[in-house]
């Protein structure tokens, strides 16, 4: 007779605005598997908002599907993809180790050992369920193609907006600035090295425009503070919603390029010689960056989730990321 199945609790969105924990029980441990414990995970206001809304069009139902993703868009549907925790049992080379996994909100869950990245030495687990994020940011400025010394705009002072403020930071003489409407991120953008401007202090200066606020405000923003043949990278996914696209006025005279940057590929620039594994481990090298700490403005205990998530999520209060908290 076989033992009773170990129990492991999950985050689910089960319609609307609405989520809900399940239990169910974890597979069976298999040879070089891990079995994970949860310490934090990180919710994305972007993705999963729209997941939330039930907004995934269909055509981008599996694309849009998690690696361990339990359920279909648009509900009920068990979505996430920036866990990190301790494995608690496996090959005795990771046991007690700190990882990092593209896995859904779930306190204890079972994976293969190369589905598992460990998380650098010393890397707080909270700044550590950014990586994601960061590949984002680090895909976005391979896209662009943004070097030293050059004018670069990122419009849109959310997470991967101020992640991708905090790499073109460090390229040597880069001009950065970061526009937001909220005032409240100057002191952000300072900290990582970078300018700050509302929308209508704009000018078209920039060699590289980032965009990554979701908006078509925001769109029109950064259409506009593209120089002579600038261009200006989309990294905002809007799933089901249709942004007005501002290609009149001096679109076409100034020559501008609008391209589409996505994590799920790796940038072609950078392709032939970085597997998603090597760019996932320099993207938790580049959070070893104490001054990325704000950037985390919510911590919820796991418990709490579906009460607390859905005001996060549409706007309620001024978030960037969201922590589940397991512990």
Not at 77 to 106: C, D, K, M, N
Not at 288 to 297: G, I
Request: proline residues 9%; negative net charge; charged residues 20%.
């Amino acid at each position: 007779m076989g033992g009773t199945a170990e129990m492991a609790t999950q985050l689910w969105c089960v319609a609307p605005g609405r989520y809900e924990l399940r239990h169910a029980p974890l597979p069976p441990p298999v040879e070089d598997g891990l079995l994970i414990r949860s310490l934090v995970s990180a919710v994305s206001r972007g993705t999963e908002r729209l997941v939330l809304e039930g907004a995934v069009p269909p055509s981008e139902h599996e694309r849009m599907r998690g690696p361990f993703q339990n359920g279909d868009f648009p509900f009920p549907v068990q979505y996430g993809y920036q866990s990190v925790g301790v494995v608690e049992a496996g090959p005795a080379a990771w046991r007690g180790r700190i990882v990092f996994a593209l896995f859904p909100h779930q306190d204890r869950y079972r994976l293969p050992v190369t589905a598992a990245m460990e998380v650098p030495e010393g890397l707080p687990p909270e700044r550590a369920a950014l990586a994601a994020n960061m590949e984002t940011a680090l895909n976005a400025l391979w896209d662009s193609g943004a070097g030293p010394g050059d004018r670069i705009t990122i419009v849109g002072g959310g997470v991967v907006g101020l992640l991708v403020t905090a790499l073109a930071a460090r390229l040597p003489g880069a001009e950065v600035t970061l526009v937001d409407v909220n005032p409240a991120r100057a002191d952000m953008a300072r900290a990582l090295g970078a300018a700050f401007a509302l929308p209508d202090a704009v000018t078209d200066e920039a060699d590289v425009v980032f965009h990554t606020s979701a908006t078509a405000s925001g769109l029109a923003t950064a259409l506009a503070a593209a120089a002579f043949e600038a261009k200006v990278v989309e990294v905002s996914w809007y799933g089901g919603h249709a942004p007005a696209v501002p290609l009149g006025e001096a679109f076409h005279s100034r020559r501008l390029q609008l391209i589409g940057s996505q994590v799920g590929s790796v940038s072609a620039s950078r392709r032939p010689r970085w597997p998603h594994a090597r760019r996932l481990a320099k993207a938790l090298t580049l959070l070893d960056d104490a001054r990325l700490d704000p950037l985390v403005t919510h911590v919820v205990a796991f418990d709490t989730a579906p009460q607390r998530l859905p005001p996060l999520l549409t706007g309620g209060e001024d978030a960037l990321a969201i922590l589940l908290d397991y512990r």
